[in-house]
Nanobody, 123 residues
Framework: QVQLVESGGGLVQAGGSLRLSCAASGRTFSSYDMAWFRQPPGKEREFIAA????????TSADSVMGRFTISRDNAKNTVYLQMNSLKLDDTAVYFC???WGDGVLVRDGYDYWGQGTQVTVSS
């Protein structure tokens, strides 16, 4: 089992950048595929990006491709989401999630979730 804690959210102006972090507990972090999701106000949660257990492969939603980058540091048990060129529509609660790595990146079916961190983009 793994426990996840997100950090790095906050208020940022449109066009700005933020880097979210997700710290994981446990000694098997490097065995888990990791992902970021977000839930805008009044909307359903949506997939943002995912990365394999070894960092060798990533995938991103079309809405953030070219602006957001997922990465991980297995030595620090941490996954990151670098967010650039932020837009008003990026305002949401951002969650990280984990699933046991099987070599196939997926956009759903994650088993473990953090509590989320709020990102607010202002004009």
């Amino acid at each position: 089992q793994v426990q996840l804690v997100e950090s790095g959210g906050g208020l940022v102006q449109a066009g700005g950048s933020l880097r979210l972090s997700c710290a994981a507990s446990g000694r098997t972090f490097s065995s888990y595929d990791m992902a970021w999701f977000r839930q805008p106000p009044g909307k359903e949660r949506e997939f943002i990006a995912a990365i394999t257990w070894d960092g060798g492969s990533t995938t991103s939603a079309d809405s953030v491709m070219g602006r957001f980058t997922i990465s991980r540091d297995n030595a620090k048990n941490t996954v990151y989401l670098q967010m650039n060129s932020l837009k008003l529509d990026d305002t949401a609660v951002y969650f990280c999630a984990a699933r046991w790595g099987d070599g196939v990146l997926v956009r759903d079916g994650y088993d473990y979730w953090g509590q989320g961190t709020q990102v607010t983009v202002s004009s």
